[in-house]
């Protein structure tokens, strides 16, 4: 285990690739965010990932992947993580505090960045559970604003506690003097935001897949239908939402992008397994 440290002391600890936490926040049962201090050298796309972890027990690092959910401009990182209870790494993350330091392997990595889009009108971010992560980073780049008339967030959970992280962004974006000035005011208009939840009541009820199928999506927003002309999309949650989006992506006639072959859509996957 890391010893904890206080912020001032980070800097002088010698263990490699350590940050410190600065901050976290716990959502539910199962979800918790963090933040903490950058390696000066991190240089990241926004909606890449990176592995981060700690020491096991054995000695040796334990590191999953995970989402950097800040933008590329932040000082600090953000995580926005799961809590699994059996989980080798998230049953003891999940304890961290502030002062406490986590590993950080600064290679950043993943598909869901702009590079691997072509130029299009209106851009879907869809997800699921903790997918919201990489969007969260997208959403406060302005890039996201500056290359699309329209950006659409969409987030299906189960639960409305579930959502709490990404409704927060959300209106931080909408609120916050700093990001409204970093994204340009003007630009605000653009973020569409369409939270569901699956098996609680609340405003806007159905898995995403179901609405797109019905169209319910694209008149409860007044956009058409999607379309390889103009849509573009990036998607990420669990694989068998990934497989169902995907499938409906390319009935719509979108292609899948890659960071060497930019198209219409990309994928990701917000963890491996079945779900807890
Ligand atoms: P693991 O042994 O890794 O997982 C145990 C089981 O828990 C899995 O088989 C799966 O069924 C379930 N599970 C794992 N992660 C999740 C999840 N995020 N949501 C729902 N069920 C899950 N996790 C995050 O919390 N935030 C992220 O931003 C994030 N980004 C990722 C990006 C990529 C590209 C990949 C491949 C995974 C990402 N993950 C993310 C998952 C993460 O790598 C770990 O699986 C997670 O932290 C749990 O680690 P663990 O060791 O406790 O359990
Ligand atoms: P549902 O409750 O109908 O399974 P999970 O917590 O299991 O990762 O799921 C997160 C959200 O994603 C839930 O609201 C779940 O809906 C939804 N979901 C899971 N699988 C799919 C899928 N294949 N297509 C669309 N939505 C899905």
């Not at 987030?155 to 974006?173: F, M, N, P, Q």
Request: glycine share 8%; charged share 25%.
């Amino acid at each position: 285990q890391l010893a904890p440290v206080s912020p001032d002391t980070a800097s002088k600890v010698a263990l490699p690739d350590a940050q410190t936490v600065t901050e976290v926040r716990h959502y539910t049962d199962r979800l918790f965010s963090f933040r903490c201090t950058r390696p000066a050298s991190l240089r990241f796309r926004s909606g890449e990932f990176v592995m981060i972890g700690l020491m096991g027990d054995n000695g040796k690092p334990l590191l999953r992947a995970y989402s950097i959910a800040s933008p590329s401009w932040d000082d600090e990182l953000e995580f926005y993580s799961i809590k699994v209870q059996d989980g080798p790494l998230t049953s003891k993350l999940q304890h961290i505090a502030v002062g406490d330091q986590i590993i950080l392997r600064p290679k950043p990595v993943g598909t869901l960045v702009h590079d691997a889009l072509l130029p299009g009108k209106r851009l879907y971010f869809f997800s699921t559970g903790t997918g919201f992560a990489p969007f969260a980073s997208l959403l406060r780049d302005p890039q996201t604003f500056e290359d699309y008339d329209e950006v659409i967030v969409t987030h299906t959970c189960r639960d409305v506690a579930e959502l709490k992280y990404g409704a927060e962004l959300i209106e931080s974006i909408r609120s916050d003097e700093m990001l409204a000035e970093l994204i340009g005011a003007e630009n605000l208009g653009k973020l569409r935001y369409y939270p569901t939840t699956t098996r609680e009541q609340s405003p806007k009820m159905g898995r995403i897949t179901t609405l797109i199928e019905s169209g319910e999506l694209f008149s409860d927003l007044g956009v058409p239908p999607l379309s390889p002309e103009t849509d573009r999309a990036m998607v990420c949650g669990s694989l068998a939402f990934n497989i169902d989006l995907k499938a409906l992506l390319e009935k719509a006639g979108l292609r899948e992008g890659a960071n060497s072959e930019p198209a219409e859509f990309v994928v990701e996957k917000a963890f491996v397994g079945d779900g807890v």
